[in-house]
């Protein structure tokens, strides 16, 4: 079975630049969370979709991020324009239902360097 | 969302016994207690999930206390390949709650594991 795919592995941009992080979760996954980790923390869940619909979005800076899940599948996460503290690694994660008894899988993650 | 509260770091040799402990003294009757660890360099991996009776896995086994209130992950022979954060949360598997499916890092406990 495949795993989440996510790409670009590094990125890295000038402060105020734009940049669009892509995710490929397992097929047939219905939910799928992007995820911030900044380094020596835990993730920090940005945005939670089940099939193309938001379930929770409320940790997701609006003013420079957005998220869509087109079709319920492939997800994109953008941010516009980026700023120093945007230096994370964010990682992608899906899973069959948010139920109880599946769980989430993660990809390797995109690390982006904001300069 | 329910908090859980980990050390934040344990110390162990390679091939003895580990328990890593997690309260959470605030867990509703929908949560479940779910396990996960990160290796270094990695997204997060699934380990071990319960709600009541204790569940044993290829990887791990969970032992959960009577009241709930509290869980301990368990690494029968730890190798240096356990080496990583991992993290205890719960997860409400309550369908159509806020909070479904949710899946909230802490700061987790770093495992050293010594040759």
């Known amino acids: 079975e495949a795993g989440v795919a996510q790409s670009p592995r590094y990125k890295i941009i000038e402060k105020r630049q734009s940049v669009a992080f892509w995710c490929n979760p397992i097929?047939?996954?219905?939910?799928l969370y992007w995820y911030q980790q900044i380094l020596g923390q835990g993730p920090k869940l940005l945005i939670q979709?089940?099939?193309?619909?938001?379930?929770?979005d409320s940790q997701l800076p609006k003013d420079r991020f957005s998220a869509e899940r087109l079709k319920g599948v492939d997800s994109t996460l953008k941010i516009q324009p980026a700023k120093l503290e945007d230096s994370a690694v964010y990682l992608c994660?899906?899973?069959?239902?948010?139920?109880?008894?599946?769980?989430?899988?993660f990809g390797q993650g995109t690390r982006l360097t904001v300069v | 969302d329910a908090k859980t509260t980990q050390p934040n770091s344990m110390e162990s040799n390679e091939e003895e016994p580990v328990h890593l402990p997690c309260n959470h003294s605030t867990i509703s009757g929908t949560d479940y207690i779910h396990w996960y660890r990160q290796l270094p360099s990695q997204g997060p991996e699934y380990v071990i999930h319960g709600l009541t009776s204790n569940v044993n896995n290829r990887m791990a086994s969970l032992a959960i206390a009577e009241d709930r209130k509290s869980s301990t992950l368990i690494l029968h022979r730890a190798t240096l390949r356990d080496a990583a954060v991992y993290y205890c949360i719960l997860r409400d598997g309550l369908a159509g709650g806020t909070s479904y499916g949710k899946l909230t890092f802490g700061q987790g406990t770093i495992l050293t594991v010594h040759p």
């Open positions: 979709f089940q099939n193309n619909g938001v379930v929770d």
């Open positions: 097929s047939g996954h219905a939910t």
């Open positions: 994660a899906s899973s069959l239902d948010p139920g109880m008894n599946t769980e989430a899988f």
